[in-house]
């Protein structure tokens, strides 16, 4: 099984990201309208709610098929990295938890897949999942 390049992969993250604002815009709506029409930015809540949305975005996504919108435009795949299967729950817990900080200390945890001989990312390493590139559709 051939690895996503980190290029791909941060290709794959950046589509993702603007569908994650996009659902972060609309699941905020309610939460204004609760708040008579307010910003919510200072509500002690708000930012466990848009984790609890973003997790449920990435588990729906890696549950169901293995990809999420931008892992399927860009050929990748999550899978369980010892049965091939779709991730459990704790898994994609796990990779979620090690993804932010892989990604807020200048990208270190993934640009480490440069360096494993397997091609895993600490995403990957930490949570026993790994990404698959996917073959042309013909």
Request: positive net charge; charged residues 15%.
């Amino acid at each position: 099984m051939e690895s996503p390049s980190l290029m791909r992969r941060f290709a794959a993250m950046l589509y993702d990201s603007l569908l994650i604002i996009a659902l972060l815009m609309v699941t905020m709506i309610p939460m204004v309208v609760l708040n008579d029409g307010e910003a919510v930015g200072d509500r002690w809540w708000t930012f466990p709610y848009m984790v609890i949305i973003v997790f449920g975005f990435f588990f729906g996504f890696w549950r169901k098929a293995g990809q999420t919108l931008g892992m399927r435009t860009w050929r990748i795949k999550l899978i369980d990295q010892a049965t091939g299967n779709t991730v459990s729950f704790s898994q994609a817990l796990i990779r979620f938890a090690v993804a932010i900080p892989s990604l807020a200390f200048f990208g270190v945890g993934y640009i480490w897949l440069l360096f494993d001989k397997e091609k895993l990312s600490m995403p990957d390493r930490a949570s026993g999942t790994r990404l698959i590139l996917l073959g042309k559709v013909k």
